[in-house]
């Protein structure tokens, strides 16, 4: 069971333009939505975070949209760069010893 | 700047020999994780250890054992490798045990086994 799905499965974008990463979760008792990003031969590093008492969280060119009635979120990069090209996951927790990952969106930019 | 730290980078191996993977993390965490990272990059959670103490234990075949001296250490061994372990094994660290602690990853160690 899939608790966590990520969308696209891939995504290129050019230099400049935005890049939306899509995730949704079926859990209700999910309250915390990490993003994490990986690139090539390192672990996954904390991007940003939301919590699902809030519809919105910016960190610089980093935004996630949460809506909790839909069970959906984005996590939407501007200006996307060229370092940006990494993977991206989507996880969840709450309350559970267990963060429950998506399988992660490949992003990359070409200059 | 690295605060969970991984060794050894890579480990080539033949089919049924014995492989231990190390792991030590300087954030002064409670819990650590391990994590198989496939060839198609899909996590999954394999063990979780809150000061030595196991609190998570995935369904992982019964070659794979954790080993934990103090809360600062997490190892992995495997007993007679198979092909399908093949992959980066991941280890991680946590403040807490609850799933919305923020993950510390390690590089990770990466398994081929021939």
């Known amino acids: 069971q899939q608790q966590v799905r990520q969308s696209p499965q891939s995504l290129t974008v050019w230099e400049g333009e935005t890049a939306i990463l899509n995730c949704s979760y079926e859990?209700?008792?999910?309250?915390?939505f990490p993003w994490y990003q990986q690139f090539p031969g390192e672990g996954p590093a904390l991007l940003i975070s939301i919590r699902s008492v809030s519809d919105k969280k910016e960190d610089g060119r980093f935004t996630i949209f949460f809506n909790k009635r839909e069970k959906k979120l984005s996590l939407h990069i501007t200006d996307s760069q060229p370092g940006d090209s990494a993977t991206y996951f989507c996880?969840?927790?709450?309350?559970?010893?267990?963060?429950?990952f998506g399988k992660g969106t490949s992003l990359v930019v070409h200059p | 700047e690295t605060a969970v730290f991984q060794t050894p980078n890579y480990h080539v191996t033949q089919v049924g020999n014995e492989v231990s993977f190390n792991c030590k993390q300087t954030?002064?965490?409670?819990?650590m994780y391990w994590y198989k990272q496939d060839s198609k990059k899909l996590l999954k959670i394999m063990f979780s250890y809150n000061n030595k103490q196991l609190i998570v234990n995935e369904t992982v075949p019964r070659r794979f054992s954790p080993q934990s001296s103090d809360k600062a250490h997490l190892n992995l061994r495997i007993k007679s490798v198979e092909p399908e372990d093949s992959a980066v094994y991941l280890c991680?660290?946590?403040?807490?045990?609850?799933?919305?602690?923020?993950?510390?990853f390690g590089a990770g160690t990466r398994l081929s086994v021939l």
């Open positions: 954030l002064g965490h409670d819990t």
């Open positions: 991680a660290s946590s403040p807490g045990t609850g799933s919305q602690n923020t993950l510390y």
């Open positions: 996880a969840a927790g709450g309350g559970n010893y267990k963060p429950t």
């Open positions: 859990d209700s008792t999910f309250n915390y």
